[in-house]
């Protein structure tokens, strides 16, 4: 049978009253509230890593309300990271100095909680398989299945046990179908179904090209004395220039250990820039540097952030399914939060749901709730920053003085990877980027504190569709910039023994961020999930 002959395969099929895809705060959410309006649905909730938790990565400070009225209790048993928020910091960073900025209001964090994403969604779990809610992890949802009439009507898991070649192995085993009345879409940034389904129902066709972040996270443990558990240190500047959106976090946490993190916009324009190398560097300013010498880093990891807000929201409803949390993109940017989102437009999917029965109507429900208006009054901050680091920070100010009520709503009318500009018409800047002492030494080493796991033997789950591009027009005008914008040194160029290079996948280092998807210029990336299980293992990231 070859690998594209599938329609008489066999599968399996169960049913459900709904099936959510994604555990991560929304999908959680939504199960949890679900079951406690209407105890009796069957639910079931997937989740492609390997157990819930294992890809979940995010900064992550946390507003505690929406999870207070989703499980008041979990302030009495939280999960494993849970610091309270004492004291803000902004600074700007040159190249040898920190400077202390004011503090905007929305990054005043007292009463938020730092936490550990991949340990509250273990938590948050264990709540929802109490109320009856089956867990599947280890299962990928690989594609929609429709009804006759054209709507969602559940989903198809991956198929295992295929060959490199993508032909059905010895061990092969067919993706069962789970056929649902209504599918909930929770699979964060960029998810794969997420993007058929705003493909094939068009429900991005009124609103601004999404626009995303790539933020890198590391979690050190550091010699004692160093750590203020409860301090949230945020800066901007150097090593980016002024073009190039971005900035760290440093999250001070207890038992001497700290998250680190730097993220940078997917829209920069720089064809030879390094996002890790930038992360790398920031780590070596003075200040930081004398912060983290003589620790360790204990784990790592990447993941993109739905950063364009209120413009890029796409319709978040179609026939039987319907979008929440950050696969429709809930991150409020200037707080630089988005769990509380989450939590919410799952909250506010499962009561939507209780009541009325269907999808229909979602959509203008969640844009007038509180998560919507939220995001609606900070709507022309991170726009404002595609005009530069300096227009953006006075628009921020206007934004602030104004609490959100300019008359105007700023757009973005290109997708990241179309603003990437050609080598030969970009002057990159002299970045003088400085030699490395910190850990880790380069993004092999990086995978390694991401506990990465891929059988080998499966085909490459990131498809290119013309890799003669890859070796030909793209090397020429972009210097393969796959090759650099990747955490994981998943691309290379390689010799192909004919005095040229071709493109070489190393699947097996992929942290599932979706960079590749977003940045690619031509478009011809797409990441689709492994096979289920499949990817990091992120230790309390």
Known sequence: MSAQDTTQIQRDVMEYDVVIVGAGPAGLACAIRL?????????????????????????????????????????????????????????????????KLPLPPQLHNRGNFIISLGLLTPWLAQKAEGLGVDIFPGFAAAQALLTPEGAVAGVQLGDVGLTKSGEPGPNYSPGAELRARTTIVAEGARGSLAKQLIRRFKLDADSCPQTYGLGMKELWQLPEGRVQPGLIQHTMGWPLDSHTYGGSFIYHLDQNRAYVGFVVGLDYPDPRFFPFEAFQQFKHHPTIKAFLEGGEILAAGARTIAAGGWQSIPRLTMPGALLIGDAAGGVNVPKIKGIHQAIRSGMLAAEHLAEKGTPEGFDALWRASPGGRELYTVRNFKPGFKRGLWAGIVNSG????????????????????????????????????????????????????????????????????????????????????????????????????????????????????????????????????????????????
Request: net charge neutral.
């Open 35 to 99: 079951k406690q309006l209407k105890p009796d649905l069957n639910i079931c909730l997937l989740d492609k890593a390997s157990a819930v938790g294992a890809h979940a990565l995010s900064g992550a400070v946390m507003e505690p309300g929406p999870l207070d009225e989703l499980a008041p209790e979990w302030r009495e048993s939280p999960p494993g990271i849970c610091v309270p928020a004492l004291r803000d910091e902004l600074r700007l960073l040159t190249a040898k100095r920190s400077i």
């Open 398 to 541: 206007l934004e602030v003085l104004t609490r959100g009520r300019t008359p105007w709503t700023l757009k973005n009318t290109r997708p990241d990877h179309q603003r990437l500009e050609q080598l030969a018409a970009y002057d990159s800047p002299q970045r003088a980027w400085r030699e490395r002492t910190l850990p880790p030494r380069d993004r092999l080493a990086s995978v390694f504190f991401a506990f990465t796991s891929h059988e080998e033997s499966q085909p490459a789950h990131l498809k290119v569709r013309d890799t003669s591009i890859c070796s030909g027009r793209c090397s020429s005008e972009f210097g393969n910039p796959c090759t650099r914008f990747c955490p994981a040194n998943v691309y290379e160029m390689v010799e192909d023994g004919e005095g040229g290079k071709r493109l070489q996948i190393n699947a097996a280092n992929c942290v599932h961020c979706k960079a590749c998807d977003i940045k690619d210029p031509y478009g011809i990336i797409d990441w689709t999930p492994p096979e289920g299980g499949s990817g990091p293992n992120y230790q309390s990231l």
